[in-house]
């Protein structure tokens, strides 16, 4: 038979296989609801990756009533007719999407987006969403603050950690798509915003303010804070020329300086121990409002409280954040040990080297206990428990008396120098150690990460 004859006798059968393709939207279909993450599978959305975030509001402070825009570009993974963001609350106005309005429905925390031309696969495209209305903070099991748009007694923040800026912004709300931000909110006199990155404008309406803080380095959305307020501002030259920039709320009257006095000897600590501080500029913004600490990207942000009563221990830990869970960001909540447990690590590291004094065997014995449960499995009604910050920390410090100092901080390092700006899960690490150390650590990590009862200390 010839190569024609055979064309001919196939040709109806592509033909009609072509068309089921399109039929049936093999070239677009609809981008998923949710990305999967064991712990909250509902989370972030499927079959695009968000490049920038421009959130653009009007804030009426007093009632606590948000209005604007939010623009997103993004890239389509495939083809997409229909894809998702994730939004809490708040009313829209209109969307497009590359110009042209698209149509839209919503079903609790998923707004689905239909354009009117479907997004072919690896294209850019541009999603704006217009919307109001006044934020509802929500909330994570077993965790003691709102997360979220909170407005307090004396102003307003906004602190994400895990699906908090979903009640402000739409966004695609998972750890696995990381993306730059600007934000421009303008606020009544004489409130004032703070924010992470760098503070790029400042316009003066008459009464009242316009601010963009322009956050270039990517990072995920529960790394993403604002607060409105009257700051204070305290500048500091840190090492390498970083400008660590302190927004202290005015009406905090306590001095914070003596908690933040090392801001700078701490940068420079963590540098020679991790790598160098990856971001533009540090800080932090103070707020005289009931709240923990959240390692927001560049400018993480405390309750007046906890930094009383913590002290510089708990900037050593947001800064250590920067490194771990910001640069190197877990790709879904499971591996959120790899947040928490290096940064409870390294406020031990920091007091060591303050005042070095076997500081390790006595966090040892004040930290062990059989029933943390295992880091490396948390659970989705306590994901921010003990057990991902201390047994974390306590998994670390078993690893560091297996492999020796040496092995265990280039092990740190070049985690670190490897999946910068990237995503990573638990076996990157172990990866990561064994490789520097020459050591099989499958015994050692299985123990400390997943065993239900916590190992005994290391010899
Ligand atoms: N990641 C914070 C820490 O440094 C804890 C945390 C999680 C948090 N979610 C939050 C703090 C929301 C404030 C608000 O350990
Ligand atoms: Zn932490």
Redesign the pocket.
Known sequence: MTLSRTFQRIAPIVAALLALSCVSGARFSPGSSGVGDPLYPGLGNGGYEVSHYTVSLDVDVDRNFISGSTGIQANAKKGLSSFNLDLRGLTITAISVNGLPATYTRDGNELTIVPSRPVPARASFQVDVAYEGQPSPDH?PS?G?P?GWIKYRTGIYA?G??WGSSTWYPVNEHPSDKASYTLVLTVPEPYEVAGIGELTGVIDNGDSTTYTWEARDELASYLVGVAISRFDEIVVEGPQGVPILNMIQETIEEPVERHLENTSKMVGFFNDTFGPYPFESFGSIILDAP?????TQTRPIYGFDILRLAGERVVA??LA?QWFGNLVTPATWEDMWL??GF?TYAEWLWLDYKSPNDEFAAFWENTWRPDYGPPGKPSPEAP?GQTVYQRGAMTLHALRTDIGDDAFFRTLREYVLRHAGGNVSTSDFVAVAEEVSGKNLDGLFRAWLYDDVTPSAPE
């Open positions: 994570v965790f603050f997360v602190a950690e895990p709240f923990a600490a959240l390692e830990h947001e954040h947040n928490e940064a921010f």
